[in-house]
């Protein structure tokens, strides 16, 4: 193995050292030929630095730069600290989101229907919620309640016993999901509990009404199977 000074002076520099050469030059006197190394911050012996002169060859330069002295080097350049293995630490747990549940709507719900409606564009209060509540409940009417830890989709039925059909129709007359929670199937969840609800008390069939300039709850119901069968047609009466 060989390596002229330049190239040894290269390597040297990418290991941090600095190349040492002799200042003999008559072969066979003194330290002729040989070569020592210096670190290149300290200027501290690291190779081949003797008493008497320079005492490395230039393939023990080269041996030792590349690798072969590694323990010597390490001792006398100074030990590269060993890093600590990075402990990895677990990834958060995602917060776990409350269960749905849709249920029956109680006092304790009115004020959150109250703003849910008021969304939906029409002007109620929580004192005239609970009353029209109170009233549904003794009607036989479902007013049923998206809860995801708090109210966040309302849903109201009506049933009508009508002269022309053998059984009772059904109707959702209202539903309204809080603006955040869309498209999370917390709408849909509604309507099947509603449509299990009328079915348990008797309804054959299940009708929704539906302001028309809302085209996205008409797309919504007739995902889920609801068809356009008829034209709703409305007065307002005088007081």
Not at 138 to 163: N, Y
Not at 179 to 197: I, K, Q, S, T
Request: net charge positive.
């Amino acid at each position: 193995m060989s390596a002229d000074a330049d190239a040894l002076r290269e390597m040297a520099a990418n290991r941090g050292c600095k190349l040492v050469t002799s200042r003999v030059r008559t072969p066979g006197r003194g330290d002729y030929g040989r070569f020592g190394l210096k670190d290149a911050k300290t200027g501290k012996a690291v190779l081949g630095i003797g008493k008497t002169g320079l005492t490395a060859t230039a393939e023990e330069v080269e041996t030792y730069l590349r690798g072969g002295a590694a323990a010597a080097w390490k001792s006398s350049v100074g030990k590269t600290p060993v890093r600590k293995k990075a402990v990895a630490r677990p990834e958060p747990e995602p917060k776990t989101e409350p269960k749905l549940i849709v249920r029956g709507a109680g006092p304790k719900d009115v004020d959150a229907l109250a703003a849910l409606i008021v969304a939906l564009g029409y002007e109620v209060s929580a004192a005239d919620l609970r009353k029209r509540l109170a009233v549904l409940k003794k009607t036989g009417q479902h007013v049923l309640v998206a809860d995801r830890g708090g109210a966040i989709g309302v849903l109201t039925t009506a049933m009508t016993q009508v002269l022309h059909r053998p059984r009772p129709v059904g109707r959702i007359s209202m539903m309204v999901v809080a603006e955040a929670a869309r498209g999370r199937g917390v709408g849909a969840a509604l309507v099947a509990e509603a449509e299990a609800r009328l079915k348990a008390a008797g309804c054959g069939l299940v009708e929704v009404t539906s302001n028309a300039k809302r085209l996205r709850a008409h797309a919504f119901y007739e995902r889920l199977g609801y068809e356009r069968t008829s034209i709703r047609l409305a007065k307002q009466l005088q007081e």
